[in-house]
């Protein structure tokens, strides 16, 4: 299933600059008498203590600058790597503290993301990262193995959702680690739509979702996929039309779900296949009827049934 027509790039509606306070001391030159290089270094790249303050409740055990080689800042679950910017120092400060509550409300809900720490890789620009993953700037953060590649955290930190006031740094580093730790929690046996939509569930994206939608309004008209159909775009995540278009019809579907349950019995249906169990036993003991019949009861009738207003800027 394809949309026609050319896919031109989206601003997304809800966009908000995000006032970086300070970062200007970052790359002001140091007056005064010439200092020795390493000593003019560690000025330049000094950050005021009130903007650094949040670091303490990190519990980093490593975190390292480089200006050509970039930084790493990591504790005992997360592995953060940002480039060799000069602002990218307070960007990594300001996005470590919204990945790690993501990740501490991940593994409260559903598990670990991963046995050991997620690492996270902030590329410096949308070119590396489309040499990096083969994705498109639309697709923020792509996952391999333990390691999520992000598109720029700069980018990222720039876009608030309206609702939540949460960047999509927050936002999509948290969804993705949600979706390994869907993975994880299943053995890899979740099924696609239900881990894309759940880690958007966890991950608070529902108003995001809304509004990457609107640009599509009228090729959206009976979107309707199949099960098929649907996972295999949301797999191949290369299309921004038909991706968005199915991660909201999965997130509807998800919706309909939760009606009548709990996010609970989500995460008990991919552990009960982690332990072996067949779609149609999980669906059963979560959710009274076999796997096929739950697809039939929460099915939307298409895209916009449900979907509500746009919410408001």
Known sequence: MKFGGPTLRYEWRSAAIVLLAGALALSAGCGGEKKEDSAANEEKFRIPDSLLSPIE???LTIDDYHPVDGGLMANADIALYYPPKEISRFIAV???GEILDGYRKIRKEICRPAKGKV???GTKNFEEYAVITGKEWWYYASIKGDTIYSEPLSVLLKRLDPITGKTLAEIGITQRMAQMALERLSGDRIPVWMKEAGASYMADERAVLRMQI???DKQLIG????LDELERAILAGDDMALSRSSYFFAYRMLENLLEKFEFS?????ARRLGEGASLD??????????YMEMIAAVRPADIMD???PLPEM
């Open 223 to 226: 979107f309707s996929p199949s």
């Open 265 to 269: 019995n989500v995460t008990r249906f």
């Open 94 to 96: 300001r996005s470590f």
């Open 214 to 216: 609107h640009q599509f």
């Open 281 to 290: 036993e999980a669906s059963m003991a979560e959710f009274g009827m076999n």
């Open 119 to 121: 690492v996270i890789i």
């Open 57 to 59: 409740t990190y519990n």
């Open 306 to 308: 449900g979907a509500g």
